[in-house]
């Protein structure tokens, strides 16, 4: 199972739009990265493969609302109520037409509560999204390069050096209060914005696409950490967002099929489920190694037993050196000590015959009798159903088993005939 990420290019969809993507089988390493336009992007591969969009972080702005109590929060499809809702209390804050924009709530939102809301173009990102199932590599869901952290969560901030030197950007994420994600063009002025809302930027950990890694350095006077565009598109993607809402959102059991193979992905991979994938080997190998070591004591207790066996029987009879089958050898010399004493077994026809005539009711005498050694078949006889269980009731206090078969009264040593 693989996972294409596509980075969407800033400019409007069209013949010469340029994606960036990462291919990556795990969501930790990239096993390509390359621009490429939509016909030549290489496909997702494998159960539950999926292809993710990453809409980078000028496109995107955040905004902070509380919903009414009461209002249904489905965003899988058309929702003109919630629509209206947004545009109503977002009106006085958007620098565009309502319509001509695309919302996005965050993650498992509740009304009554202030969420975040994601604003970005409409026209670009239904262009994008149409241009890529053109040329068949259909969304499967819509993520932010970066976004804010959920309202009252514990997180500390960052600081992000995107772009190009030529457009190169200073990113905080969060940027705490109402900002979100605060994206401004790296310069002077951005650090004192920065600085404004209260980040200590001196304290926080400072990440860098290497196209404009020196240039961070220089302006914040301190070393930063390289952060390859691949590696921030992979942690996009691990993020619960999904910016396909509304009239984007995709449905049916494709839909469904990629989004549990996404979700696979992040149990089999996610580093949050670390712990428990250790957890869960553990428990597995726990599991092994008892049902191992049961059986290896049962195979033991097994071996004792026909240890105990063998040693029985050459103690029994010390002349016999080789054992090939206890039991078998153990009956067959208990028989030929009984036939040299002449005494008779269980077995011998004077022992079963004299069984038979003890067992059966007064009056019954059978006209025909056939003898194997251990089974005696007796014809001739009237028995009832209450008389062949009285019967055989008595032939088993004896030692033999019986019933009828063809007319006949069939007698049997050991098991049941």
Sequence with gaps: MSTLLLTLPTAPAGPAAEYSYTLTSDGLTALQHASSPAALLPAATGPGAEVVAVVPVQLLSWQQVQLPPGLPLQT?????????????LLEDRL?????????????A????????????????????????????????RVVPALAPAALGSETTPQIFALGTPEAALLVASPAGGDLGVLALPMGPSALALIHAQG???AD????????????????????????????????????????????????GRSRALRRAGSTAQRLLHGPAWRAARWGAGALVAAHLLGINLWAWQEEKALAAKQAAVRSTLTQTFPHIQVVVDAPVQMQREVAQLRQANGSTSARDLEAMLAAAGTALPPGQQPSNLVYTPGELRLGGLNLSP??????QSRLQASGYQARSEDGNLLLRTGATP
């Design 76 to 88: 899988s499809g058309p929702s003109p109520r919630l629509r209206a809702a947004l545009e109503g």
């Design 95 to 107: 620098l565009d037409e309502p319509s001509q924009l695309h919302f996005a709530l965050q993650p």
């Design 109 to 140: 939102p509740q009304a009554g509560t202030p969420i975040w809301v994601a604003v970005c173009p409409k026209a670009w990102l239904t262009g994008h999204l149409q241009a890529l199932e053109a040329a068949g590599r259909p969304i499967s």
């Design 199 to 201: 980040l200590p930027i």
């Design 204 to 251: 926080l950990a400072v990440y860098a696409e290497p196209a404009v890694a020196a240039q961070a350095e220089q302006l914040l006077g301190r070393p930063v950490t390289l952060a390859t565009p691949s590696t921030l598109a992979m942690q996009a993607a691990r993020s619960e967002w999904d910016l396909a809402q509304f009239d984007l959102a995709s449905s």
């Design 386 to 391: 209450d008389l062949l269980e009285s019967l």
